[in-house]
C-alpha cells in the first residue's frame, strides 16, 4: 500500500460545478498537508496547505484535513475553465524533514 | 518573486550518453531536489540536497547522480542514458527557515532517450 493514495481520474465536470478531490494516507506522523496545482508542460505550485486538522478557506477554493480518518479533501466552488489542470496532494511530517510524500494526482477538465 | 530555472525545456539524447540537468535558484534556499514524474507514477524523487556538497538518495537514485558544489545550482546527472530514463524531470527547492515544507518548481526538462 502507498503511503499517499490518490485516485488519478480524469475527472470532467461543467463550469460551474463543485469540485472535490480527495487523498488518503496511512502515516499518522504526517502534519503538513498540502495541495499543488499542475498546468500542463508548467512545473506544480502550491494552491493551499494546512496544518493538522481542519479546514482552510481561500477564495473559491477550500481545504479540509480529517486527521482521525487520515483523509484530506479539496473542494473547488463555481469551478472555472481556468481551474483545469492536475490537483496533486502532498504531505510531510515537518520539523527537519524536509521531504514531502506525494499523490499521484487528479487530472481534472472544467468544461465550458 | 522566487525563480527556479532549469537549462533545458526539451531535450533528445541517445543511449549511452552521458547527460546532465542543470538546475538553478535564486531564493538562497537550502535545499534542493531532484524528481522524475510520469504517467500514473505520478512525482518520484531522485535525489536531494541539504547543503553544498551534500547529497542524499531519494526512492529511485539507480542510474542516476548528483552534483551540488554551489548553493544555487543543484546538476542531475545521467551517467549512461537509457530508453527507460525517457521522463520529464523536476527540480525544486525549499529554505531551511519557514514551518511547512512548500517546494518551488522549476519548469521541468523533458528528455527523450532514443
Known amino acids: 500500500q502507498k503511503e499517499v493514495e490518490q485516485d488519478p481520474g480524469p475527472l470532467s465536470v461543467p463550469e460551474g460545478a463543485i469540485v472535490s478531490l480527495n487523498c488518503t494516507y496511512s502515516?499518522?506522523?504526517?502534519?503538513?498537508f498540502m495541495w499543488y496545482r499542475q498546468y500542463s508542460r508548467k512545473g506544480p505550485e502550491l494552491l493551499m496547505y494546512?496544518?493538522s486538522s481542519g479546514n482552510k478557506e481561500d477564495g473559491r477554493f477550500t481545504a479540509q484535513v480529517d486527521k482521525s480518518s487520515k483523509y484530506i479533501s479539496l473542494f473547488i466552488r463555481d469551478s472555472q475553465p481556468s481551474d483545469s489542470a492536475t490537483y496533486l496532494c502532498?504531505?510531510?511530517?515537518?520539523?527537519?524533514?524536509?521531504?514531502?510524500?506525494w499523490g499521484l494526482g487528479t487530472s481534472l477538465a472544467v468544461n465550458p | 518573486d522566487v525563480k527556479v530555472t532549469q537549462s533545458s525545456r526539451y531535450l533528445v539524447k541517445r543511449t549511452g550518453e552521458k547527460v546532465f540537468l542543470e538546475c538553478v535558484q535564486d531564493?538562497?534556499?537550502?535545499?534542493m531536489f531532484w524528481y522524475r514524474q510520469d504517467p500514473g507514477l505520478g512525482l518520484r524523487l531522485i535525489y536531494f540536497?541539504?547543503?553544498?556538497?551534500?547529497?542524499e538518495k531519494g526512492d529511485i537514485p539507480e542510474g542516476y547522480s548528483v552534483s551540488r558544489e554551489k548553493k544555487e545550482r543543484f546538476s542531475l546527472i545521467l551517467e549512461s542514458a537509457s530508453t527507460n530514463q525517457t521522463s520529464m524531470y523536476l527540480c525544486?527547492?525549499?529554505?531551511?527557515?519557514?514551518?511547512?515544507?512548500?517546494?518551488?518548481f522549476g519548469p521541468g526538462t523533458r528528455l527523450t532517450v532514443l
Open positions: 494546512t496544518y
Open positions: 502532498a504531505m510531510s511530517e515537518g520539523g527537519n524533514n524536509r521531504k514531502l510524500i
Open positions: 540536497s541539504y547543503d553544498v556538497k551534500m547529497k
Open positions: 531564493m538562497d534556499h537550502e535545499n
Open positions: 502515516n499518522s506522523a504526517f502534519q503538513y
Open positions: 525544486a527547492s525549499i529554505p531551511d527557515r519557514g514551518v511547512y515544507n512548500e517546494q518551488f
